[in-house]
C-alpha cells in the first residue's frame, strides 16, 4: 500500500466516523489539500451518502475546494464497492444522493451552495439509450427505485420545471406495479400547486375580476403542465384492475378536449372497468363529463354486471343518470324484467324501491302526491306497459318485499290490469308465499305492514284447498298465529267437501287400552285426507291435535316442480293444547 492510499484510508475512515475534528487537525499536520484526493473519486459524495454533519458537508465543500455542485461523478470499477448503490449506469450526483436518502438538511445546503435540482446528467458511454443520453434527478431515482413519495414532494416543492416530467417518465410509472403513489403525488402536489394558488389569491386580492370563461382557461393551463395522452389510457389499462386510482387521476387532470377523453373512455371500456371494480367515484366522474353519451357504451351489460354483484350505489347513479338520458326508452320491457328479477332473486330492497318508485310513481300519484282513484278506467298506464302476468308477479312480489301496501292495492285493483295472485314469476316465486316469509322474516318495525299485505292478498284471491292447507301447516310450525287465524276463517278453507275429511270419530275396536287413539290404518292416510287436522284445530279437539302433533311426522308431499314453493316437510316438533283455542 502506498503513501496515498493509506492517507485515503485514514481520511474515509473519519469520514465514515463524521469525525471533522480530527479529520481537520489530520489535513493540517500532514499538509494534505483534500482536493488532491478527489481524482478518480468524490469525498462529498462519499460522506452524503455515510450521513455525516452539515458542518462536515460544509467542511468537504469548502476544502476539495468544488467549483460547482452540478456534476456528475463516474465511478470507476475500482472504487465501486465503496460506494453504495445509489448509481444509474455508475453515475452519481451529490444533490441526487441526498435527495435519494431523504437527507433534506444535506439537500438544501447544497441547494443553497447553488446545486440545481433541474441539473441533467450527461452520459458519455454509448450504451446508454436514455433521452438522448440525459437524464434528471425524477428519471434517476425512479429508475433506481429510490423514489418515494416523500422525495417527491420535496423534488416538487423544490421547483422542479415541467419539461422534466415527460411521457417516458409517466410511462414508467403507469407500467410499474407499486409506483401509483408516484402518480398520485406528482397530480395532487405539482398540478394546482402552492404557486397556483397563490397567484389567484393575487388576483382576487386586487380585485380582478374573470369570466368564467377565462377562468376555465386558467384551470386548463394549469392542467396542461402534465400533458396526459391516448396512450398513456392505453398503458394504464394493459394493468387496469391495479390502476384503477391512476385512471381516476388522469380524468381529474386531462386538459384536452371532453370529446377526445370521452374516445379513450369507449375505447378501453373504462366505464365497465370502474363497475367492475365497485369504483363510485370514477362512474361518477364519466357519467358527469358533458358530452358522455349512453349510446356510445353497452348500458345494459354494464347495468347487469353491477346487478350481478349487487352493486347498490352504482346501479342506483346510473340508473338515475340513465332514465333522464334521451336515449332512454321506459317501454325496454325486456331489460326492465331481466334486471327486476335478479334484484328481486337477490332481495336488494334499496335497489327494489328505486326501480319501483322511477318505473310506476308517474303512474301511480297525481302531481300532489296523493295516491290516484282507480275507480275509474282513466289511469295513465305509460309507465307499465302490457306486462305479461309473470311480469306482473314479478312487480307485485317486489312490492311485497318492500312492503309498499299502496303499490300493491294499486296493481290489483287497477281494471287495466289482470294479476293472478297464484302465479309463479321467472324467479319461480309465488306473491302469496312471498308474503307469508315476508311476515315470517320481517323486523318488530316491519310486522304489522307485512301482516296486512298478507291479509289483503287473501281478500283477492281464490286458493286452492291444497295450497291453504299448506300455508296453514307452514303456520303453525313457525307459530305465525296470526296467519294460522286468518287461515282458519277464510271461507274457501271451510266449504271442503265432508268426503274428504278423516273421521276422528271411528276409534280402533281392538284397542280398548286407550281411548284417546284414532282409528287410522296409517299415517300416510291421515296426511292425504288433507284435512284431518285442520277441522282438529278448527273444531277446537285438542286431544285430537296432540294425538296428531305427537305423532313426529308431519309431512307434505312435494308440489309440482314448476311451483315455487316445494316443501317436502318433516316436522319433530310438538305443539301444545293452547293451539286448540280458536282465538290463536
Known sequence: MDFNEEKRNVILELIEDDNVKDLKNYTVKNNICLKDFNENFDLLIYGIENGISLEFINFLIHQCQYENLNYSFFINENNRNLFRLITYKYYKVPLFSAVALSNFEIADLLIDNKADINFVVNFKNNDVTVES?????????????????????????????????????????ITSRHKNELLEVLFKYYIFDNSFILSLLNLYKNQNSLSYEQFQEIIINEKSKIEITDSMYANVMKRWYEKIKVIELFLNYDSRKSSLILNDIYKYDILDKAVCMNNIKLVQKILNLNEFDFNCVDINRIILDALKYNYTSIIIYIMERLINHQSFNYDDDNLFEIMLLKISKDNNITIMQFFINKILKNSIFNENNTFKDTSNNNDNNNNIPKYNSQYLSLILNILIKIR?????????ENTNLIIDIKLNDKNNECPLFVAYYSIKT?????????????????????????????LLSMAIHDKIYSVVKWLLKYNKFMNKNDDDKTDFNNKDNNDNNNDNIININSLDTVYTSSDTHINAIYHNEIDKVQLLMNKNYYKYDEKDKNDNYNYNYKYYENFTPLLGKKTI
Do not use: A, P, V
Open 133 to 173: 443520453n440525459k437524464i434528471n434527478i425524477l428519471q434517476y431515482l425512479s429508475y433506481i427505485d429510490y423514489l418515494d413519495k416523500k422525495n417527491l414532494k420535496y423534488i416538487l416543492k423544490k421547483g422542479i420545471h415541467y419539461n422534466k416530467i415527460n411521457q417516458n417518465l409517466l410511462n414508467n410509472w
Open 442 to 470: 320481517s323486523i318488530k318495525l316491519d310486522y304489522d305492514k307485512s301482516q296486512d299485505i298478507f291479509r289483503y292478498l287473501l281478500t283477492y284471491t281464490n286458493l286452492k284447498y291444497d295450497d291453504i292447507q299448506l
Open 404 to 412: 309498499h301496501l299502496e303499490f300493491i292495492k294499486y296493481l290489483i
